[in-house]
């Protein structure tokens, strides 16, 4: 038995999973009020109600997709971070001051991780003095390109913790270090993906806690707990304890994969998740969910936290219904619920109930609402629905068709892929949400594409939830002339041969990947394991070729374990 | 969040599967540094700041601007076409105003390219500005511009494609042809009759650093652009001027050349040479893209920059300043070059040239006869006789604006040639008409 909630921001969706037989059989759903001031209630209602009538021994695991540490963040419920930044020579890293305490530290590397400046000792620790003074007890240490060479930011972390061990730090709460945060470079993500790591840490680890507890409480101590990630895969929650950060934004890939559990998606898809006062559209290439280029942003702080690529516009159930001389507008406000469900504004959902397209509510109320401000504005009820309709679909397919343009306009770097690389041609639509099924036809309409409104789609992202499985990702940096391999994410670094090759580097990378599973204890995953870059470049001096400079990147590639169809 | 005061597009593109060859420097790796650097930096979450990919060139826009012999596919290859795309996407971001400046950084370069191309020279094959400028006249009708070519080596093929066109301004810094390839660029060659005054070069000591060339740019060029009056200032950003760039000797720094590009102010960059790989190209990159952008460069430093250790020779600062004297001249009141056969002459109706012209990747000769119709209408019918071997080819142009006279003319003479079939290729290239045509096979 799995189960998966998804804690959003009004409602909180759980289901229970029955996958004894070749299947996955919804054994019980529900969905039940947010409390914004106390997940850890919302969680425990949605338990005791999916549990009732179940063997709970026979409950594998749990997943959970929340918003806690998005809403602290949003709500500024965060702790005082000691941020430490070494920027070396570039741009002015105080144009990306995250808090008060931010720390400019002399030092350089340079982009092939030479030490071109060495950290001022005596600098450091009066930086670190100054945080304590301030009663600041968590830091994030980001040197730029540290994920070339750590050496500073490793300092940095004895300093800190008064330890050179990678588990012992006793002078300090908690510490981020840029380079454990990946391979990719971007130095103020990096800064600013470390501060959050550090900000909801203390408070993520309280909720981590209760979660536990309750779990024993409910005789559920046995149960495996996953925590999920914004990039369609999940964490386990020890791992999550050290980077909280990687549970923001979740919601919407718990969606995504809902609809990859419900459906079989092979080809090139849009997916529309129609909500009560967002749309989110997210775009398949072969059946695979996209994820976003760099990361996801934190409010205006872009973030190395790996996305799926999900554009949210303001076109949902609950969007008002205005009009702006002869044309009808569909959002992007929405003021209050639809008349149907005792709102004063019409809305989307009002239009829809008119036309007959659904009947949500009281569809009375509706055509009353609709016919009514219709006559204010001079124009036939009939016309203003039907066009509020269009609008709605109109905007949806405007918005879907620059998106893809976007990802096909994505900047690519060999003649190869830019002249033969694969252009994403969206052939088929799958709806989810409120009024998706109302929807499907004014859609179709605008598309020209096979539509598909899946069953269970009301919890198909606590379906998404219960079903993603974990996703781990690797990268590795090799540099032959320095003899040098490294693999930020796990702070492994390696003396290497001159000869060493890309197959080398690629089987390395490969191998630290499925060590990183077999502790997660999920070996039987290693099947998912996919290189997704791989480049070597001849460093050449003179005339002669030096050395070879190589990167690798390898991942699970995010999935669900089974699908209902 | 950070943001950029002026938008800046910046088409990157450092074609990682094309090089010359695996140890020249024109190679996979050239942009690698840079591209970590602008990654590393987050350049493009810079609000205002936007990557993009290139534009492919078709065909037709190369033969607008070249003569190709014997077609565009034997002299081109996709990195070509590619590269040319990516100065075209640059030019088209500023028209479409999605950004306020565009520097297309995309590799191979094009500056040594010539009007009439039959191979490789200077690792150029076709010339990525000039095929920019023609197709922005061609879509936008423009007409005025302006190139400042601040690569290290003259841009010998962009005056050769511009020499006669009264309507572009092309200046060249460089250092001092007498000491590096491709040994041109003197203050004597100043453009063809119809455009004299029209090019500038510049040629500086080796040894020149930031003061020098921030001088000759300050006092030198920008009153000379301001009287020109360009819709559009274009900057041949070519990097090897730079301190440790290996292949001249200049004393540039990664703050001179951003300085440069604040002062300057070009709509559109488009990257040339520079090939300090590691230690300038992702400092020199970074330091333009931040001047373009109008944000703060100052603290974009080379690892081992060394500001005593670059200051300028007092002789050449005094040299540079009596150029900046000096060659405002060329431009108001260009002297009448001598009459030769190398500088050109009149015969008859024509002004003719001759120009012997080496390839040095593919490692020949190509003799040319220019011939501009000396009209008093318009800029006058172009041709082209060149000669590699035995082939012989010929390239007709009727330029923009030509009267009707000489766009009879420019057809007459592709029908004549092909009726005496004296030449193995014939390319005509009719602006007015836009009509891009070849014969021969
Ligand atoms: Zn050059
Ligand atoms: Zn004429």
Redesign the pocket.
Known sequence: MYLGIDVGGTHTDAVALDISGPGVEVVSACKVKTHPQNLLASVNEALERILKGVDRNKVKRLNLSTTLSTNAIVEGRIEDVGVLVIPGPGMDPTEYMLCRDFHVLDGAMDHRGNETARLDKAQCARAIAACRANGVNTFAAVGKFSVRNPLHENTLRHMLCGSRDDADCHRADFVTLGHHLGGRLNFPRRAATAYFNCAVWRLYNEFADAVEKSLQALGLGHVRVNVLKADGGTMPLAVSRRMPVQSIFSGPAASVMGIIALCEIVHDSVILDIGGTTTDIAVFADGSPLLERAGIAIGSHPTLVRALRVKSIGVGGDSALSMIGDTVRVGPRRLGPSMAEGGRHPTLTDALNYLEYCAVGDVQTSRRGVTEFAEAHTISADKFAEQAVQAAAGTIHEETRALIAEINDQPVYTIHELIEGKRIVPRKLYLMGGPAEALQKPLFSRFQLASEAPEHFAVANAVGAALTRTTTDVELFADTQKHVMFLPGLGHHENIPGSYSLEDAKRDAMNHLLARLADLKLSSDADRAEITHASSFNMVEGMHTTGRNMRVKCQIKPGVERTLG | MRKAERSLGVVFFPAFDWAISPTHPEREERLLYTQDQLHEEGLFDVEGVREYKPDVAERTDVERTHFCFPDVDAVTTRSHLVSAGGAIRAARLVMEKQAERAFAMVRPPGHHAMKCVRGARGFCNVNMEAIMIDWLREHYGLRRIAIVDTDCHHGDGTQDVFWHDPDVLFISLHQDGRTLFPGTGFPIESGGPAARGRTINIPLPPGTGDEGVLMVIRELVMPLLEDFGPELIINSAGQDNHYTDPITNMNVSAQGYAELNSILNPDIAVLEGGYAIQGALPYVNLGICLAMAGMDYSMVHEPDYRAESLRQDPRITSYVEELCRQMPRVYHNPPESPQSAEHGMRDGDWWVRNKSIFYDTGGFQETQKESA?L?D??R??LQIESQVGSVRCLGVEVPLD??P??QNRGHAIVEQAQLKSAFRYVQLIDRVNKQYSRFGF
């Open positions: 119709l009209c209408n318009c006058g019918v030509a009267c006279a000489c």
